[in-house]
């Protein structure tokens, strides 16, 4: 079964998420910023990462870019889901390694089918 860690700093934004993928049949773990994910990711690689951008102490960007250049976890797909819309913050976020970014809000069906195709 495969390990998801969502990185949000809005619980309300990981449960929704999180009940998402546990109804999918995915194993879920949180973090309320980069640098709790950081460490979780360090201890336990998930086998993929959704990652909000705007956090506190480290945001989804220096994540992002921290997972893709990090020999160890540079093959875990990340996807970032921000409220963040503009072109321009689509187009960072891949630069940075994303592998998706999906724009909040989001249809849950978009969500899912983006983690499922990633995890494939």
Known sequence: MSTVLIVDD???LREMIAGLLIKAGLTVVEAKDGVEAQEMIQATPPDLV???IVMPNMNGYELCRWIKNTA???AIPVIICSSKS????RYWG???GADAYITKPFRP???LGTVKQLLR
Request: glycine residues 0%; hydrophobic residues 35%.
């Open 94 to 96: 891949m630069k940075q």
């Open 109 to 111: 069906a978009d969500m």
């Open 86 to 89: 503009e072109e321009f913050d």
């Open 50 to 52: 959704v990652l909000d």
């Open 10 to 12: 809005s619980p309300t």
């Open 72 to 74: 160890a976890t540079q």
